[in-house]
């Protein structure tokens, strides 16, 4: 029997072991290229290459949000986050901001919790930092142009 349970305490540790590397890897994938390193913080190419990979992390994220925003499942949990990331600052983006103005007002989401959760922000939005007027200014028109394209 404590064989048994000196091979089971074998397989844990392995199994946590190779769980860890897991995440190791996963974290390395997502980590943005280019950034600096210690070992050279003010080198001005690092720099440049950092804004660029963070650019195009940013918008590999917005397109992932975007499509979040389409599945069902998803779309109350992820429409939250943004309003949240929007709110504090996180996140500036016309697109989403379109979007989620667009859920707000779709007859389908009569009744759904997230109608109450995006009145709150939309009615907060902007009143903590005037930048964020400009994300309301750019996503008026392409929102308006959806609403009277719409069937």
């Not at 440049?48 to 109350?76: G, H, N, P, W």
């Not at 009143?127 to 929102?143: H, S």
Request: include cysteine; glycine fraction near 4%.
């Amino acid at each position: 029997n404590s064989s048994a349970d000196g091979s089971q305490n074998s397989e844990n540790t392995l199994l946590a072991q190779s769980q860890e590397d897991i995440i190791s890897s996963r974290l390395e994938e997502v980590r943005v290229a280019g950034a600096p390193t210690e070992e050279d913080p003010e080198n001005p190419i690092s720099a440049i290459a950092d804004k660029k990979d963070t650019e195009a992390f940013s918008d590999l994220i917005i397109a992932k949000f975007k499509d979040f925003l389409d599945d069902e499942v998803l779309r109350s949990v992820a429409a939250e986050g943004i309003a949240k990331l929007m709110y504090n600052g996180r996140l500036v983006d016309a697109q989403l901001f379109s979007r989620l103005l667009l859920l707000w007002y779709n007859p389908t989401t009569e009744g759904d919790p997230l109608r109450h959760c995006l009145g709150m922000f939309f009615s907060t939005f902007g009143a903590n930092n005037e930048d964020m007027l400009d994300v309301v200014e750019d996503a008026f028109f392409p929102t308006l142009e959806t609403i009277c394209d719409a069937p």
